[in-house]
């Protein structure tokens, strides 16, 4: 049987992402690099892991591969497959293997949203071995120096089934992110969404109310993500309230008495 594997491409980010660093992440990104060591951001939802990633992924001039882990992501979706292509078999890297092959940043988003199999490939990856076993090709990929593995989740919003294990923590050095102070919020909903500075303002004093609701009714408070959307309706000429309620309300509720009090909140500040 005669197998060709296709070449991955390298993605590489050409412009430099907005990123405003709120503390020592992007040196400790850095050393951990340099070093070799996986790593792990937990944060929740919103508050700019992802964007982080791209920020360094530009910062380091590696090509960036992200994967948006599901409940029916399985190993062989990271690692790859045959396919058959006009009568003949080819092997398709997952995007971890096409990560490793070009020496890129492996980015596996939500990592426990994955099914338990992937850790049979995680594991070999993040610790002195770095090394990707391709059983269906009886190969063992050795990862360059050039490779990382960045594994992210939301602790907050993760039940007792859906944790990390130890087995696999203990692999990675682990990065805590949270929304970013009240100044560096305003920044960044200002310079995403384009509103003038007392509009920023005003969206990040409504985050902070629904976040103090969490736990009381919400299972998140509005995320920095979700006041830069709020923002860009607001400067697409949608009255603040409306843009506040379709972009932020609406969004983390379907409760109609909980609806109403989110809205009541943003009333006070529109």
């Known amino acids: ?68 882990c599901h409940e029916d992501m399985t190993a062989t979706d990271l690692v790859g497959r045959f396919l058959i292509v006009g009568g003949n078999t080819v092997w398709e890297d997952g995007p971890l293997a096409r990560a490793v ?65 130890q087995s696999t923590r203990q692999r990675f050095v682990a990065l805590e992110f949270d929304y970013p102070p009240e100044a560096v919020e305003i920044d960044i909903v200002r310079h995403e969404s384009g509103v003038d500075p007392e509009t920023a303002r005003a969206l990040v004093t409504f985050a902070r109310l629904t976040r103090n609701l969490k736990g009381s009714g919400l299972e998140e408070g509005a995320s920095t993500r979700l006041l830069v959307h709020a923002g860009k309706l607001i400067q697409s000429g949608i009255m603040p309230p409306s843009a506040c309620t379709a972009a932020i309300a609406q969004v983390l509720t379907d409760d109609p008495e909980m609806l109403t009090a989110v809205q009541a909140l943003s009333a006070t500040l529109f």
């Not at 980015?107 to 071995?129: C, F, G, N, Q, S």
Request: with cysteine; hydrophobic share 40%.
């Open 1 to 68: 049987m005669s197998v060709k594997i296709v070449e991955p491409e390298h993605h590489f980010i050409e412009e430099e992402p907005y990123y405003h660093a709120t503390g020592d992440e992007v040196s400790l990104f850095t050393a951990a690099y340099r070093n070799r060591l996986p790593i792990l951001l937990k944060g929740p939802t919103g508050c700019g892991k992802s964007r982080f990633v791209d920020y360094m992924a530009w910062r380091l001039r590696r090509p960036l591969i992200t994967v948006a």
């Open 101 to 165: 092959r070009c020496g890129g940043l492996c980015y596996l988003d939500e990592i426990v949203e994955a099914r338990k199999d992937t850790t049979v490939v995680i594991h070999p990856l993040a610790d002195d071995r770095r090394i990707l076993p391709m059983e269906k090709l009886g190969q063992l990929l050795l990862a360059p120096p050039e490779f990382s593995l960045i594994i992210s989740y939301n602790p907050g919003y993760q039940s007792v089934m859906k944790d990390l294990k």
